[in-house]
């Protein structure tokens, strides 16, 4: 009797129509199992591709009656799916859907979707189909941007013929396509807004939203954060305020999911702007410019905020702050303009003539168009009457307080001390200041330029106070800084007490330790003392990290008659084991040669001395090992017992 098994092997040796008629027999036994069906459809499948691919129909109804009459498990995905495909291939336009596939393969994607095209119209329910186009559309234009000269129109109109298409939404395709329309808004040749709304963004995987790291480990922005920062972009100056509102929800999931991409901030103060809702675009405003502070395109921002939002004076005090952190006329003449009629309209005439005046004679220089607004203040009877200073400066600076109270008052006030300053090696004349500020867990270091903030020339050890805070719980950014009274220099660290575990005369340099982890070098020219091993020393430290992690640097240093506790140094009285110049006792303490050598210590003999805690390398553990011998007190214990 023929089996499934038997059917099997004969359409693998290719032998179809013999495995056929042996099919139609396992289909007419009234106990035919699921496998004798499962066999059937497959010789099906195989039957009407191979008819479809020959442009024989003879067969192709028969074939397409009996297929679409057996039953398939949907368990069985595979099977499932070749047998609608099959199934098309039936209908009128099978043949031209497969010449559509066998187009594709050969990498002719032109051809194939004007083959799509033409039974669009016939298959519009049929997702397999509208899949196989979209993947077609979607490799098609990729063959056009590789093209010398990119055709966006044509790409654009690909992309809107794809979204008229039944696909599967969300998918890999959906993304890829969009992946497309990211890379057409990258040369602001698409309004990723509307293409979003068009695209509809619910359709985002999780995997949109996660980084790309290249070959080369570097992480490039996720999908989801491009697309979103592009809509972002166009949602600042659109007039579609629906389209606007329906996408905010998803921009403030971004900011939430996005914490470094401080742009995202920016477009919401300036659709927030936009929307006229001045309370949250001045939030949002001043959240971005306290990250770009030095920048004055971020203060002017916040200024067009509140100049928008009837705030006079606080406009023109960001606008004169970021005169402050940028004069250079290339970039400052629409700012110029704006200050200038704000201070025509409260009759600071003097002021806004330098404004005026400094407008017009960069524009004239560069052989540039005199703005219209300019070239009318210059013809005013006011202009022609009042005085003009040398310079805007000192007017900006007693009006920066207004700005910088915007930004910071909410912040409060941090005890901190200043430190040294040094200069880069790779940046000639950029010289950098360290500020400790003062925190819960012992000041930390903080590195910023010495033009910064105009810190305010002192001692090191000088007492500040500063306002800023943590990014991201990482960095800590500096917003101002001021001097503040002080009695005692470095005030703002603890005095930590430490023992003198090594001295090194040939590098003139003391080695301490406070605890473990916790130890530093100090050099004999910053010591207003001579020290010997297991002198009590006290310290101020600051902490740093490095790329070889955390380091301790003593500010101060005074000898001490305290010491740290007994985890840290301990007295003892054992026997020495010697082996190779080298000591040992029961209890762990190491004796390095040249304390050996220096006190004659012989095999099993007794000393009394102090042991410090030390790091072992090799061993990446921490041990005990002998600074100090008494030599008095190791002669009397060996006296007693010899006695």
């Known amino acids: 009797?023929?089996?499934?098994?038997?059917?099997?092997?004969?359409?693998?040796?290719?032998?179809?129509?013999?495995?056929?008629?042996?099919?139609?027999?396992?289909?007419?036994?009234?106990?035919?199992?699921?496998?004798?069906?499962?066999?059937?459809?497959?010789?099906?499948?195989?039957?009407?591709?191979?008819?479809?691919?020959?442009?024989?129909?003879?067969?192709?109804?028969?074939?397409?009656?009996?297929?679409?009459?057996?039953?398939?498990?949907?368990?069985?995905?595979?099977?499932?799916k070749q047998r609608m495909y099959s199934l098309t291939l039936c209908s009128a336009d099978g043949q031209f859907i497969s010449k559509a596939r066998f187009l594709s393969k050969q990498g002719e994607y032109k051809q194939a979707i004007e083959i799509y095209r033409k039974v669009a119209s016939s298959e519009t329910d049929n997702t397999d189909y509208h899949t196989s186009y979209g993947w077609d559309i979607y490799k098609y234009i990729k063959q056009l941007f590789s093209a010398e000269h990119k055709n966006i129109l044509r790409i654009k109109k690909l992309l809107h013929e794809y979204l008229s298409l039944n696909t599967e939404r969300p998918s890999q395709l959906h993304s890829s396509l969009l992946f497309i329309a990211s890379r057409i808004a990258n040369e602001n040749e698409l309004d990723m807004l509307a293409f979003l709304k068009l695209w509809d963004i619910s359709n985002l995987r999780q995997e949109d939203y996660e980084k790309h790291v290249a070959e080369d480990g570097k992480e490039y922005d996720s999908l989801a954060e491009k697309v979103i920062r592009q809509a972002s972009k166009s949602a600042e100056k659109s007039?579609?305020?629906?389209?606007?509102?329906?996408?905010?929800?998803?921009?403030?999931?971004?900011?939430?999911?996005?914490?470094?991409?401080?742009?995202?901030?920016?477009?919401?103060?300036?659709?927030?702007?936009?929307?006229?809702?001045?309370?949250?675009?001045?939030?949002?405003?001043?959240?971005?410019?306290?990250?770009?502070?030095?920048?004055?395109?971020?203060w002017e921002m916040l200024g067009d905020i509140r100049l928008a939002s009837n705030h006079v004076t606080e406009a023109v005090a960001c606008y004169c702050k970021a005169l402050l952190c940028n004069g250079d006329d290339k970039f400052t003449g629409k700012l110029r303009v704006k200050l200038a009629e704000l201070l025509v309209e409260l009759t600071d005439f003097t002021h806004a003539k330098y404004e005026i005046n400094r407008v017009y004679e960069h524009k004239n220089k560069e052989g540039h168009?005199?703005?219209?607004?300019?070239?009318?203040?210059?013809?005013?009877?006011?202009?022609?009457?009042?005085?003009?200073?040398?310079?805007?400066?000192?007017?900006?600076?007693?009006?920066?307080?207004?700005?910088?109270?915007?930004?910071?008052?909410?912040?409060?006030?941090?005890?901190?001390?200043?430190?040294?300053?040094?200069?880069?090696?790779?940046?000639?004349?950029?010289?950098?200041?360290?500020?400790?500020?003062?925190?819960?867990?012992?000041?930390?270091?903080?590195?910023?330029?010495?033009?910064?903030?105009?810190?305010?020339k002192l001692e090191k050890g000088a007492g500040l106070r500063v306002k800023g805070e943590f990014e991201n719980d990482e960095r800590f950014n500096i917003y101002q800084v001021e001097k503040r009274a002080f009695e005692l220099k470095w005030d703002i660290f603890p005095e930590r007490i430490g023992v003198v575990d090594q001295v090194n005369y040939k590098k003139k340099v003391i080695h301490f330790i406070v605890q473990a982890g916790v130890d530093g070098v100090i050099h004999f020219d910053e010591l207003n003392d001579e020290y010997r091993e297991d002198d009590g020393i006290s310290l101020k430290l600051a902490r740093s990290k490095t790329k070889q992690g955390v380091r301790y640097r003593a500010l101060t240093a005074m000898k001490s008659d305290l010491f740290p506790d007994s985890s840290v140094r301990k007295e003892f009285l054992e026997s020495v084991r010697v082996d190779k110049g080298m000591g040992f006792t029961e209890n762990d303490i190491f004796f390095p040669p040249p304390l050996i050598s220096k006190f004659n210590i012989s095999n099993d003999e007794t000393v009394s001395g102090v042991a410090v805690i030390s790091y072992n390398q090799k061993r990446d553990s921490w041990g005990w090992r002998a600074v100090s011998i008494d030599k008095k007190e190791m002669m009397e214990t060996n006296n007693v017992i010899t006695d």
């Open 1 to 80: 009797m023929t089996t499934s098994r038997e059917v099997f092997a004969r359409r693998k040796l290719g032998e179809l129509d013999e495995a056929y008629q042996m099919a139609l027999q396992l289909m007419k036994e009234p106990d035919k199992s699921e496998w004798d069906i499962k066999a059937f459809g497959w010789c099906l499948i195989d039957l009407i591709k191979r008819d479809v691919k020959a442009g024989g129909s003879e067969n192709l109804k028969a074939y397409c009656q009996q297929l679409e009459s057996i039953e398939v498990s949907t368990d069985d995905e595979i099977l499932s």
């Open 239 to 298: 007039a579609d305020v629906l389209s606007v509102n329906e996408f905010l929800p998803y921009l403030d999931e971004a900011i939430k999911r996005f914490i470094d991409d401080i742009w995202l901030i920016k477009s919401k103060a300036k659709i927030m702007l936009s929307l006229k809702r001045y309370e949250e675009a001045t939030r949002y405003a001043i959240e971005f410019t306290r990250t770009k502070n030095m920048e004055f395109w971020s």
């Open 369 to 456: 168009k005199i703005p219209d607004k300019i070239a009318e203040f210059r013809s005013t009877a006011w202009f022609a009457s009042s005085g003009m200073p040398e310079s805007n400066n000192d007017f900006y600076k007693r009006n920066v307080h207004i700005a910088e109270s915007l930004l910071f008052d909410s912040l409060p006030w941090i005890e901190a001390s200043i430190g040294d300053s040094f200069s880069l090696k790779n940046k000639p004349g950029k010289t950098m200041r360290k500020i400790y500020v003062k925190s819960d867990m012992g000041p930390f270091e903080v590195v910023i330029p010495e033009d910064k903030h105009n810190i305010p």
